[in-house]
């Protein structure tokens, strides 16, 4: 049997034979002169010299993780409900691997393990929000390094770049910078299959002739859905399959175009998912709270480049998703980096029946949310242990489904199993376990909209101690009810749902949090003031508690207390875009113009693609007098974001300063067009005998 994830460094692929699909550049020199004969000479020795160093790989690479996908749901997984051709057919001349696990099935955390090939404890990414470490090794930089042109094509939010999977590509598409003053739209969060991979298709318009490594990550099959009309009247109730055939159809698209390009045989194209989704299995309605099949069984679909393999259509041996970016890294005939704790999957593809791996996983969620025992697991073959307060074991040959739990049946094979977990957990655990960067408030405000929120990290050993998490699930489930009407408005229905769970749980964080946002929405401000205490006497640096407070006295016009709060705040985390930002606001509300000034400024520097920030820099810099920096200021929140009336209306006031009155009518113009009802504008015209 395989150990999981030895350090599989150093070994050199010898399996293919890696031949380049470009052309080489040949310099046509003239003849004549002792001058060029020198620059030859020259030439021949520096290419001598270069000889001597292995050649550099030149075969292009795709990974494609289309985020939330069931491998169940493939037909080339079985699936019998309807077909994905497209998907399908990457598997033709390809290699389909059968039982393939995430490692944690979180979006950040699973695509961290995915790109740097290390487990979620090592990597210190276990939750949504939080930040991969500066300085990690991601597959991108290994083959940026190699000269590769690299790029990321990202579908949501979760991967967005702030979150520091950038680390390594060129360029990382990621249009996700929302504002602040809203709750996140939930659908802002995403954008379409089609829209992410025509980017994709422009950049390798201009890149294709280099070595290239495209990343492309779809993120449609995560809720909320939204599948285009056509395939929502296919598929009626079943948004998520709609969604996936709506995936399939725009894959079968880029292929399309890969092949006029000519680059569909050249590269090695890599197809997976960071986790599945639950679907109402075992109770869980998404992914994230249970560490189940449902969740873990992803697919893993390797179309080979032209001239590679041959190697079998089919793999069933299990292995982890930790093990793609050095099974990559060796189909280059590059040597697999130190940092890497997978181990490449081509040892299974040469051996007749090859033995599966051990493979683990985790969750912290149910930990992070209602202080439950973590949930560990080990998969061996057929068997699957999952480590929390009652263990469970499953033999997945017979029961897929995991139904029939075998812990007492067969109790020494779960204690084998055990002791396996707690080996692995030792042999990589770091000595010191990785400290948990500050999420950024507005972030976790977000995260949490979604049903995501994290207090605390354990530590990586199997301390069942807590509730376990299958006891807490009907609470889960409240919470996600109630996380989901709040994105939705609906404020008075949300907060029972809350106050019911503080009914049997008093000390959850998350649930006072909740409760108090229904209430500052509601304008119930002493309420809230309450609860958000509550939440600062369990955890008294909770950014995003302080944030919602300054929120509420702001949102009740006191604005000393609220610029005491967001400044307690910005005295320990001084990157808080939110509290500098409405210190800015407060500051100007009470013509305390230097001050205004500062935390603009500060605004801007922490999210300089902020449009909202540009615009409060402008007004601060009108206020001041500043009329030609407040110009470009204004304007350039006005590039950032073009309906943005506010922004047009302090520009027509710059041109009023300024006496330029026809320009300055045409800003508070455009201001009433898209904010009709905008008084200040529309008084500004009649003061300028505009016509509005
Ligand atoms: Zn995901």
């Avoid at 181990?343 to 599966?356: D, I, K, M, R, V």
Wanted: hydrophobic share 40%.
């Amino acid at each position: 049997m395989e150990p999981v994830g030895t350090m599989a460094s150093l070994q050199v692929a010898s399996e293919i034979p890696v031949r380049s699909p470009w052309p080489r550049q040949v310099h046509r020199g003239k003849h004549g002169s002792i001058l060029r004969l020198a620059l030859i000479l020259l030439l021949c020795l520096a290419s001598l010299a270069r000889s001597a160093e292995p050649p550099r790989p030149t075969v292009p690479v795709i990974l494609i993780s289309v985020d939330t996908l069931r491998a169940d749901h493939l037909s080339c997984y079985g699936y019998g409900r309807f077909r994905t051709p497209h998907i399908d057919s990457l598997a033709q001349g390809g290699t389909v691997f059968a039982a393939i696990e995430a490692q944690i099935p979180l979006t950040l955390p699973s695509h961290t393990s995915l790109l740097t090939s290390t487990f979620p404890f090592v990597n210190g990414v276990e939750e949504n929000g939080e930040v991969v470490p500066p300085g990690a090794l991601t597959l991108a930089g290994v083959l940026k390094a190699q000269g590769y042109r690299t790029a990321a094509f990202i579908g949501g939010y979760f991967l967005a770049r702030r979150f520091g999977l950038d680390q390594g590509f060129e360029v990382y598409d990621s249009p996700f910078d929302l504002r602040s003053e809203h709750l996140a739209e939930a659908l802002d969060m995403k954008r379409p299959a089609a829209e992410v991979t025509l980017k994709a298709q422009q950049w390798l318009e201009d890149h294709d002739r280099q070595p290239f490594f495209l990343f492309l990550h779809l993120f449609d099959l995560h809720r909320p859905y939204d599948p285009p009309p056509a395939y929502r009247a296919r598929f009626g109730e079943d948004e998520y399959d709609a969604e996936l055939a709506y995936i399939d159809s725009v894959l079968g698209d880029f292929k399309d175009f890969l092949a006029r390009r000519g680059l569909y045989n050249p590269t090695l194209i890599v197809f997976t998912s960071d986790h599945g989704e639950s679907l109402g299995d075992h109770g869980e309605s998404t992914h994230g709270y249970f560490v189940y099949q449902s969740t873990l069984h992803v697919p893993l679909i390797i179309h080979w480049p032209q001239g590679a393999g041959p190697h079998p259509a089919r793999v069933e041996a299990s292995a982890g998703l930790i093990d793609v970016a050095p099974t990559i890294v060796q189909a280059l005939g590059l040597p697999v980096p130190p940092s890497f704790q997978g181990t490449s999957l081509f040892p299974l593809l040469a051996a007749a029946s090859p033995a599966s791996r051990k493979v683990y996983s985790e969750s912290l969620y149910a930990h992070d949310n209602f202080r439950c025992a973590p949930l560990r697991s080990l998969r061996v073959g057929n068997y699957q242990y999952i480590a929390t307060t009652k263990p469970e074991l499953y033999d997945l040959s017979r029961d897929p489904s995991e139904l029939r739990n075998l812990v007492t049946a067969e109790q020494a094979q779960a204690s084998s199993l055990q002791e396996e977990l707690r080996a692995l957990l030792s042999r990589y655990c770091p000595p010191k376990p990785p400290v948990r960067a500050a999420v950024d408030p507005e972030v976790r405000a977000n995260l949490h909209a979604l049903g995501y929120l994290e207090e605390g990290k354990p530590e990586a050993a199997l301390e069942e101690s807590g509730p376990d998490a299958k006891d807490r699930l009907v609470e889960y489930r409240q919470f996600l009810r109630g996380t989901r009407l709040i994105v939705s408005g609906r404020f008075d229905e949300a907060a029972p749902i809350f106050e019911a769970i503080l009914q049997e749980d008093p000390d959850n964080l998350s649930a006072h949090y909740d409760l108090a946002s229904c209430e500052v929405q509601e304008g119930r401000v002493t309420d809230a003031v309450q609860h958000l205490h509550a939440v600062l006497a369990l955890d008294p640096h909770n950014v995003t508690a302080l944030e919602l407070l300054g929120t509420a006295w702001l949102s009740a016009r006191n604005l000393e207390r609220a610029r005491a709060e967001f400044e307690r705040l910005v005295s320990f985390y001084p990157q808080d875009y939110t509290a500098q930002y409405k210190l800015g606001v407060i500051a100007i509300l009470q013509g305390r113009n230097d001050d205004a000034f500062r935390h603009a400024q500060a605004a801007v520097g922490i999210r300089p693609q902020s449009a909202e920030a540009h615009n409060l820099l402008g007004r601060v810099d009108f206020e001041r007098g500043e009329l030609d920096q407040a110009k470009g200021e204004l304007e350039t929140a006005i590039r950032l974001q073009p309906p943005f009336p506010e922004a047009y209306y302090n520009l027509g006031r710059v041109f009023e300063k300024q006496k330029r009155n026809g320009e300055a009518a045409k800003q508070f113009q455009l201001a009433l067009h898209y904010n009709p009802n905008f008084t200040a504008a529309r008084e500004a015209l009649k003061r300028l005998g505009a016509t509005p």
